[in-house]
Nanobody
């Protein structure tokens, strides 16, 4: 079993910062991609940022404000969120593309339970 556990959400004023963490645990042979998505009330879940060994990707609406990073030794991904805006309010979900065992060579996508980020104006 693989678990993704997020932390770091909360309430912050506009212009403030938060740092989200997501730790993967359980049966993990390798992790390919990790990323963060968000879902605001009444809207679809969308990609915020992703990271692989080849680099990073960011949604246009967070470029220059959010930074994704990863600690491979701890199977943890971070999202540093600066200059937060009320429109960043959402539940943020961690996502990881994981190969649980050396064999068979199968990879699966796993999701965390989500952490609420609320930005007040």
């Amino acid at each position: 079993q693989v678990q993704l556990v997020e932390s770091g959400g909360g309430l912050v004023q506009a212009g403030g910062s938060l740092r989200l963490s997501c730790a993967a645990s359980g049966s993990i042979f390798s992790i390919n991609a990790m990323g963060w998505y968000r879902q605001a009330p009444g809207k679809q879940r969308v990609l915020v940022a992703g990271i692989t060994s080849d680099g990073h990707t960011y949604a246009d609406f967070v470029k220059g404000r959010f930074t994704i990073s990863r600690d491979n030794a701890k199977n943890t991904v971070f999202l540093q969120m600066n200059s937060l805006k009320p429109e960043d309010t959402a539940v943020y979900y961690c996502n990881a593309d994981i190969q649980p065992y050396k064999l068979p060579v199968n990879r699966y996508r796993y999701w965390g339970q989500g952490t609420q980020v609320t930005v007040s104006s």
